[in-house]
Each structure stands twice: as C-alpha cells, then as structure tokens.
T-cell receptor, first 112, second 113 residues
Framework: GQQVMQIPQYQHVQEGEDFTTYCNSSTTLSNIQWYKQRPGGHPVFLIQLVKSGEVKKQKRLTFQFGEAKKNSSLHITATQTTDVGTYFCAGPGGTSYDKVIFGPGTSLSVIP | DTGVSQDPRHKITKRGQNVTFRCDPISEHNRLYWYRQTLGQGPEFLTYFQNEAQLEKSRLLSDRFSAERPKGSFSTLEIQRTEQGDSAMYLC???????????FGPGTRLTVL
C-alpha cells in the first residue's frame, strides 16, 4: 500500500538555526498537506500544496512540492522556541481521495 | 467553542471491557475522520464519514472496532473487548466539503490495563 515517509525523525537545533524536514510518498500525490502538533496537543493544519513545483511561504516557513508530486519539504528559517513540535506531512491515500495518510513526523526541538 | 470536541478526554479500562468515544465535529463540516495515534507516530487512519455514510474503513481495523454517525452530526467509535494494544490516543477530525483542511479535536487517550 501507499507509504508516506519523513526524515529526519528527530532534529535538535539551536535557536536561530534553520530546520528542514523532508517528506516522500511511494505514489504520486494530488496534493500534500502539512500539520504541526505541539507537545501534548493535537495536529493543526498549516498548508496545502497542489501544483507540481509549488512553493508557498508563511512568514519563516517555506513549503515546497516536488516536480513529480511525490515529495515535499518544509523549511523553517531562524527557528524560535515557538516552533517546537512535530511536523507531519499528509496526502490522499490509495484509491480514495478523502482518505488521508500521515507520515510519521519530524520532531523538532529548539534549544534556547 | 466552535471547534471539534471529543469526550471523554481520558479513559482507563480493563482488558476485555468495551469502550465508546464521542466526537462532535464543527457543525457545518460534512466529513468526519477517526484516527489512532501512538507515541512517536503520525495519526493512523481508521475510518471516515461523509454525512452519515461510512465510506471507508482501514483494513488494519479489526472487527472489534465500529463507528457510527447516525444523523450526520456527532460520531461514536466503539471498541469491543479491548486489548492492551488498543492503548493510544484516538483523534477525531472534521472538514468541510470543498476544503481538505482537517480540524482535529483534542483526542481521547485510552489506557487498557
């Protein structure tokens, strides 16, 4: 079945350093979504990418969808302690557009 | 609060008991999802509804799990004859028809002793 993978699993950075997490799907995706889950919290939607090669920015966060629509990345510039959490990518799963498959996430720790 | 709510927030039960969880989605959202999340993992899809119709159920879900959304509003997830491996956070999410953004509830943390 379809798999969504993310690397790295964990990342520890000094405050002010940049951070990148990568997401790879075993199949082509019609769209990809990114969510953030704070420790003890629930996932919160960040963004959706739809077009091949699409790049979207939200303040210090830059999201990119690969040309083949099988991979995506999230880059955070100059991390802050408020960026702490786990970042998940998610995409439509299998034959059902509505079923969503989440990656295992990248857990970000920011050292002040 | 107009967000997704779940009840109870925590449930401790003994192995073999049945448990039922409730999810109240955002009122205008016709799609409702159930996920299971264990420590260090992403949400694992269990099932989803469009209005009252259950359109897909994970093949990973055993027959001990059942979900309903009788009037197309709130939903319940029942686990029969719970096992220790069922211990997890059960998340509910909803979304509207034309937007893929899912809104998650706070989850129900199940502990099976």
């Amino acid at each position: 079945g379809q798999q969504v993978m993310q690397i790295p699993q964990y990342q520890h950075v000094q405050e002010g350093e940049d951070f990148t997490t990568y997401c790879n799907s075993s199949t082509t995706l019609s769209n990809i979504q990114w969510y953030k889950q704070r420790p003890g919290g629930h996932p919160v939607f960040l963004i959706q990418l739809v077009k091949s090669g699409e790049v979207k920015k939200q303040k210090r966060l830059t999201f990119q969808f690969g040309e083949a629509k099988k991979n995506s990345s999230l880059h955070i510039t100059a991390t802050q302690t408020t960026d702490v959490g786990t970042y998940f990518c998610a995409g439509p799963g299998g034959t059902s557009y509505d079923k969503v498959i989440f990656g295992p996430g990248t857990s970000l720790s920011v050292i002040p | 609060d107009t967000g997704v709510s779940q009840d109870p927030r925590h449930k401790i039960t003994k192995r073999g008991q049945n448990v039922t969880f409730r999810c109240d989605p955002i009122s205008e959202h016709n799609r409702l999802y159930w996920y299971r999340q264990t420590l260090g993992q992403g949400p694992e899809f269990l099932t989803y509804f469009q209005n009252e119709a259950q359109l897909e159920k994970s093949r990973l879900l055993s027959d001990r799990f059942s979900a309903e959304r009788p009037k197309g509003s709130f939903s319940t997830l029942e686990i029969q004859r719970t096992e220790q491996g069922d211990s997890a956070m059960y998340l509910c999410a909803s979304r509207e028809n034309r937007n893929n953004e899912q809104f998650f509830g706070p989850g129900t943390r199940l502990t099976v002793l």
